[in-house]
């Protein structure tokens, strides 16, 4: 059969492969594109194989918002060249999407279940994906919440999900950035867990300025010390970083109550590639 560049373009546009691997699938399965997309799904399944061993501690946290239910996730990649590219953010933003609306256990499932637009299986779109952009990717975590949500991205690096009881778009979009730039752990003083304030209490007292203080005085210090740490990690009691007058407990008052919130920071505790830009974009070029 003959195999025209239109038949190649189709394949190529169907799968992200390269004209010259989309033109020798096609003649090997004598022009049928449903069983040339399955050759190449084979191959980049393989391909993709070979690349899981390598670190993907850069990516994307990306985040749908809807009336019913909302998500967070972060993926994971190579480079912050690929972690840029239009089809990886286009993929980000579309695991979210599914996790919203699908509501999966874990990763591992979500891994397993179906995307309904195009029928795959989302662990075979991760593959082709690594087939098509030449580098590792995984899906390293996710949150969802239903309910009234709302999110802010910080140039793919830091995402925020919050939580709340009751709709108003602008004032949980000025609290989301807040979060964003000032990384509360907890939503109120209820939320800490007494594990947290013994070990901040433990570590005060040991203190080496406080060693020749009288006992009972050493742990009023240690008492107020604590306190004001625990402030710094309560989201209600944090000044708002727009008007720091203000506490975020003020800013909501009357108005809506925050149930709970997750901050995303992209790569946070995984090992690093130490590539510099030059040898990326050579690496990027050479694929």
């Known amino acids: 059969m003959n195999i025209t560049a239109t038949m190649v373009k189709e394949l190529r546009d169907r799968t992200g492969a390269g004209m010259m691997d989309a033109k020798k699938a096609l003649v090997e399965v004598d022009g049928d594109m449903d069983k040339a997309m399955e050759v190449l799904r084979q191959k980049g399944i393989a391909s993709a194989d070979k690349k899981m061993g390598r670190i993907a501690a850069e990516g994307r946290v990306g985040s749908y918002v809807s009336e019913s239910a909302s998500a967070m996730i972060e993926v994971n990649c190579e480079t912050d060249f690929v972690a840029k590219n239009a089809e990886f953010i286009e993929l980000t933003d579309c695991l979210a999407k599914k996790v919203a609306e699908s509501n999966p256990a874990d990763v591992d499932a979500l891994l397993s279940s179906t995307c309904e637009s195009c029928g795959k299986v989302i662990s075979d779109i991760i593959k082709e994906k690594i087939a098509s952009i030449g580098e590792k990717i995984t899906i390293r975590r996710f949150i969802r919440y239903e309910g009234n949500c709302a999110t802010y991205i910080h140039n ?14 602008e004032l949980a979009k000025d609290i989301c950035l807040h979060i964003a730039s000032s990384a509360p752990e907890f939503v109120s003083r209820k939320d800490i867990p007494q ?26 210090i240690v008492e107020g010390r604590v306190n004001k740490l625990m402030a710094q990690k309560c989201l209600i009691e944090q000044p708002f970083v727009k008007n720091p007058d203000q506490t975020i407990e003020q800013l909501i008052s009357g108005k809506m109550n925050i149930v709970k919130f997750e901050r995303f920071v992209l790569g946070e505790g995984l090992e690093k590639r130490n590539d510099n830009f030059a040898d990326e974009v050579m690496s990027q070029l050479a694929r």
């Open 156 to 169: 793919g690096k830091i995402g925020v999900l919050l939580n709340t009881d009751a709709k108003n778009d």
């Open 195 to 220: 594990s947290v304030i013994d070990e901040e209490t433990r570590i005060e007292m040991g203190k080496e300025d406080l060693a020749k203080k009288p006992e009972q005085i050493r742990a009023k």
